[in-house]
């Protein structure tokens, strides 16, 4: 069996496996750090700070069955804690500290000079971009003044991307963090009638498993625009979710809900099912996987005729589940095996998915 090497390198910063907080509550403070270190995390990432700190509406998270809405903010402790006491307690961890801030070029100015004595390097938070790519600029040129490495966090909201991409690598960013929560967004507790969000507008931010698909998009299009590492945030809760996204481009990943949710010992939990996953398929290191679906999506031809499934008659269960989901009415079970009705299939391939859902794999297109 080949030795699996889980670690990865970004802005000449070794981690020992791919899998990092992303700023937020589970890296709140000094000791919340050594938790996330000690639960398995390759790198720290730490709660976004600003020149004072925050004050958070209540109640600010909430889990929902589409994902998880939160109202957070940078963090509410004031700057001169973190630099007296928190980022001290974090070097302890002696993994790389990336030290997150935001959010202006004159905040960053004044911040970036106190935090660097602690910092490996930089991550600058961009939650509220609109369509000029100016003011990211210019925070990204303050934060380079301290010769630190500079990873730029980029919100989903952004009518554009791409250009974002490009304007953070032409102003000096040596990685980008994709993505941010994405909103504004709105729940309401049935139960109660009351809103989730204790925000002014009782909105909400969202973040969890019903942002992936999106988080995927954007590290996919930064990928193909720019040629510095990605980190992909959103919706990673398991070494599948992980996996995903390096096989989309991602360098590394960023964790936030599912620490929330699920404890600190996830990061080591997505650690171990990545290199379980190596393991099965013969991958030695993250780098022989990194961006495999950009190799496969350039082989592909774009068509609009149907292609029929086939069935691993030796893997199928029967379970039914494939027919039950089939819009075309094309499968059957049949002696406790899934048939296709090649004349009623549309090749839509929503069979595949639905046989992943319960770990058989047994329809391939």
């Known amino acids: 069996m080949k030795a699996i090497d889980l670690s990865v390198e970004i802005a000449g910063l070794k981690f020992r496996n791919p899998v990092i907080p992303a700023a937020g509550p589970p890296v709140r403070n000094g000791e919340a750090i050594l938790k996330c270190a000690k639960g398995g995390a390759g790198a720290i990432v730490t709660k976004t700070i600003s020149v004072k700190a925050a004050e958070v509406p209540r109640p600010c998270m909430a889990k929902t069955k589409s994902g998880f809405l939160n109202t957070e903010l940078w963090s509410e402790l004031p700057p001169e804690q973190w630099i007296e006491r928190e980022y001290r307690i974090a070097r302890t961890t002696k993994l790389p500290l990336i030290i997150s801030l935001g959010y202006t070029a004159e905040q960053i100015a004044e911040l970036a000079p106190k935090v660097k004595p602690y910092a490996d390097a ?34 989903p909201n952004v009518p554009d991307i791409k250009l974002f991409a490009r304007a953070a690598v032409s102003a000096g960013a040596d990685a980008i963090t994709a993505v941010n929560s994405f909103g504004p967004t709105f729940g309401v507790d049935i139960e109660t009638g009351m809103p989730y969000m204790g925000s002014k507008e009782f909105y909400g931010w969202l973040s ?10 954007c590290v996919y299009d930064i990928v193909r625009t720019v040629n510095v590492p990605v980190i992909g945030v959103g919706g990673v809760e398991s070494g599948n979710d992980a996996v995903e996204f390096i096989m989309t481009g991602a360098h590394a990943v960023g964790v936030c809900t599912a620490a929330i949710l699920q404890g600190p010992k996830v990061f080591g939990k997505i650690a171990g099912e990545i290199a379980e996953f190596m393991a099965r398929k013969g991958y030695s290191t993250v780098d022989e996987m990194r961006g495999l679906a950009l190799k496969h999506i350039q082989k592909l031809e774009f068509r609009t005729y149907p292609v029929p499934p086939k069935i691993d008659e030796e893997k ?24 296709v009705n090649i004349e009623k299939c549309f090749g839509c391939g929503l069979c595949m998915s639905r046989c992943r859902e319960v770990g058989v794999n047994a329809i391939r297109f």
């Open 122 to 155: 930089l991550e600058l938070s961009t939650h509220y971009l609109g369509s000029d790519t100016k003011p990211m600029e210019n925070a990204i040129k303050a934060a380079k003044e301290t010769g630190l490495p500079v990873i730029i966090k980029l919100s």
């Open 316 to 339: 199928c269960i029967g379970c039914g589940l494939c027919a039950m989901s089939c819009p075309y009415q094309a499968l059957n079970i049949v002696e406790k095996v899934a048939r």
């Open 208 to 217: 969890g498993s019903a942002i992936k698909p999106i988080a995927l998009r």
